[in-house]
């Protein structure tokens, strides 16, 4: 019973940081404290969370690196993206169409979270690292040379250029290429942002404090172990790294539904973005989903918080990593928080 309870509070200690955060901001809002820049950021800082929430569930729950976290963002926003324009029309209600988009997404991006699971997935280490950073490349790349078209005939594909596609007068290219895709309806916003890292918490944390989850950890601590008392290896690796991906394609659908234009999009989706999420989940701690958060909020804001001291911003900035990375990872560090943790247990086992 005093587990559960421990349990529970962490929990909603977690969801209580997501609400506070939405309160201050829409307070700071409200008041005209936020500048136009910062209040742009705030749809892609709830996709960074979600990122970051997700791919812990892969790396520090499951404890396998992976580096293509932002190949199943790409899936997720571009199917997402291609379904809301085909419908545009044909389904007024915002509310419904982006719904259906989610659920495109997050689907989307799972299947191939599930068909890469399959043969990456008896890979470890370095190996699974550099195979999942080459399937994100694959995706971009793939979608960089990408035209798909519309018109009265129908969709029009090819990986030529937009002329290739042959499109009639009324034809409209829907996506060019490295261009992205242009018109994609404007349905996010920082409040959908924020019920979506709520949903995000709960599927990992329920996850993480069930029977599958205390499986998946059990492979991370010691896999022949886990193997040799009948759990089925295969099966939760595939269950976590699935689930990993769906979250990462719902927040590709958020990102991609907060721009008019996708601009160059596939370059937003490339390594650098798998190495950014994979930062957040380092620097907040390798299976901590607080820190995750907190690691996605400061690294989001700081450098725009700092734009003002020009020259010395990503000098402060890089500083800040350093320091942020010592409190996490030093030895001496780790030893005294253990010390006081064990403090606190001993204090209560006395009362």
């Known amino acids: 019973m005093k587990q559960l309870n421990k349990t529970t509070k962490s929990n909603l200690l977690t969801y209580g940081m997501v609400v506070a955060l939405f309160g201050i901001m829409q307070a700071l809002v409200a008041t005209g404290n936020v500048s136009s820049l910062l209040k742009g950021l705030l749809v892609p800082l709830c996709a960074y969370i979600i990122l970051a929430v997700s791919l812990n569930l892969t790396v520090g729950i499951l404890g396998e690196l992976s580096l293509g976290h932002a190949g199943f963002m790409c899936v997720g926003a571009f199917t ?16 419904i169409r982006y719904l259906l988009a989610l659920l495109i997404g997050a689907a989307s991006a799972g299947i191939c979270g599930i068909l890469i ?3 990456v997935l008896r890979l470890k280490g370095d190996y699974l690292a550099i195979v999942t950073l080459a399937f994100g490349e694959i995706i971009q790349n793939i ?7 519309r018109d009265s005939n129908g969709l029009h594909f090819s990986m030529k250029d937009s002329l290739s596609l042959g499109l009639a007068e009324d034809g409209d290219v829907i996506i060019n290429g490295a261009q992205g895709i242009t018109g994609t309806p404007k349905d996010s916003n920082f ?6 890292i709520i949903i995000t918490l709960i599927v990992v944390l329920n996850l993480i404090h069930s029977r599958d989850g205390r499986a998946i950890m059990s492979i991370r601590d010691n896999l022949i172990a886990a193997e040799s008392v009948g759990i089925n290896i295969t099966k939760y690796k595939l269950m976590a790294f699935s689930i990993s991906a769906a979250l990462a394609g719902m927040a590709g659908v958020l990102y991609s539904h907060n721009l008019n234009n996708l601009m160059a999009t596939p370059k937003n989706f490339g390594y650098n973005m798998s190495i950014m999420i994979l930062v957040f989940v380092v620097l907040g701690g390798i299976g901590n989903i607080k820190g995750s958060i907190i690691s996605a909020i400061i690294l989001t804001l700081l450098p725009e918080l700092l734009r003002g001291l020009s020259n010395y911003r990503m000098l402060i900035y890089s500083i800040v990593l350093i320091i942020m990375m010592l409190f996490n990872w030093s030895p001496k560090l780790i030893e005294l928080r253990k010390r006081y943790s064990l403090k606190r247990l001993l204090k209560k086992e006395v009362r």
């Open 80 to 95: 997402s993206a291609f379904f809301s324009k085909c419908v545009a029309d044909a389904i007024p209600f915002a509310g």
């Open 117 to 119: 699971g399959i043969p």
């Open 143 to 149: 979608i960089n040379v990408l035209y798909i078209g």
């Open 191 to 196: 409040t959908i942002g924020i019920i979506l």
